[in-house]
């Protein structure tokens, strides 16, 4: 059902956990099945310095995590606000089209994380 980067991604997902400073954190669920991920970012001159997660969810969106994070670690917040899901199933060599839902889930909490950090930042 899933191919091999999807399968690497699942097994030996990259930047798993929490940030326990978290400058940001993100929080979404799939209303289709009820699976939520929750992202910490920690933001440092307009950068995503680092990024983890916590996901309950399918093989999908556990790999869709983990390549996300990959995506968007280092990347300016603008660029990693410009993430698609289909930007991340496409680095994952694709995706069932039954799971193409579950893909969404780490964009949107990607962006969830950075409106709660810019809703904390004082300039
Ligand atoms: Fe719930 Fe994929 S089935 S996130």
Known sequence: MYN????????????????SEADGIGSVGNPACGDVMKIFIKVEDDRLVDIRYQTFGCAAAIACSSMASEMVKGKSIEEAIALTRQEVADALDGLPEEKIACSNL?????????EDYRSKKID
């Not at 091999?4 to 940030?19: A, E, I, W």
């Open 4 to 19: 091999s980067t999807v399968m690497d991604h699942f097994q030996n997902p990259r930047n798993t956990g929490d940030l």
């Open 106 to 114: 780490a964009p949107d909490a990607i962006r969830a994380a950075i």
